[in-house]
């Protein structure tokens, strides 16, 4: 176990659906990310986190809204998904921002949109 | 922005031979460089990291080389074990910078 936790491992959803993913991670990481890994692509980052404070939006649509309340967990509230949508969402933390070399990831969530 | 490649897509090695995952970068600026494993149902695991500086770094049965002239890093498993069958991904960064360019990873399988 990396000490990163995430759930739900899968979810299927609806495009008029709204749900929510969640990472906890249990290392006292100060930095948090979530990723998107479609298959053939490379991972793709969406937003960075430190210290509770968003310091990265990689151009992610609206329809992907990340809350961090405090420095151990990490949401993405999803609506109005779209099929394309569908991938493997990675959350990883580190120590610093500064450590974003050494990242820890969960098991990621595989999501669906139908 | 930075692109990070890996040559082979699939490579298949017999169990206790040796298994060389390639990758290209294109980013000179770079000077970090690092090796992830995901294996199936996971999320990627650091392996091993190398800082530009260097050109060869090695760890428990892995060892990564770096050649920056040619800008190609490569990672190098000896006596591959059935555990190892995992996708693996390269990455760079720039020391203080919060970004991992990902490389599109390179599955390999072991044979036993």
């Known amino acids: 176990e990396t000490g990163v936790t995430q759930t739900p491992r899968h979810l299927v959803m609806g495009m008029t659906n709204k749900k929510s993913l969640k990472c906890e991670q249990h290392?006292?990481?100060?930095?948090m990310y979530w990723y998107k890994q479609s298959a053939k692509k490379p991972l793709e980052l969406m937003f960075v986190?430190?210290?509770?404070?968003?310091?990265e939006n990689n151009s992610v649509p609206s329809r992907f809204s990340p809350e961090c309340p405090n420095s151990s967990h990490l949401f993405l509230h999803l609506h109005t998904l779209q099929p394309e949508d569908s991938a493997l969402y990675l959350c990883?933390?580190?120590?610093?921002?500064?450590?974003?070399?050494?990242?820890?990831f969960g098991p990621g969530t595989r999501l669906t949109v139908l | 922005g930075e692109s990070v490649g890996l040559h082979l897509p699939t490579l298949s090695v017999q169990e206790g031979d040796n298994s060389i995952i390639n990758c290209a970068y294109s980013?000179?600026?770079?000077?970090?460089f690092i090796w992830y494993k995901q294996e199936s149902g996971k999320g990627p695991q650091f392996i091993i990291d190398?800082?530009?500086?260097?050109d060869k770094r090695q760890g428990q049965r892995v060892t990564v080389l770096l050649n920056k002239t040619v800008k190609h890093l490569s990672l190098q498993i000896a006596a591959t074990q059935p555990g190892d069958s995992a996708v693996y991904f390269c990455?760079?960064?720039?020391?203080?910078?919060?970004?991992?360019?990902f490389g599109k990873g390179n599955q390999v399988v072991v044979i036993p």
């Open positions: 990883a933390s580190s120590q610093e921002l500064l450590d974003a070399w050494e990242q820890f």
């Open positions: 290392l006292g990481h100060n930095a």
């Open positions: 986190y430190n210290f509770k404070e968003q310091t």
């Open positions: 980013n000179s600026a770079s000077d970090y």
């Open positions: 190398i800082r530009s500086n260097m």
């Open positions: 990455a760079e960064t720039r020391e203080g910078n919060n970004r991992l360019a």
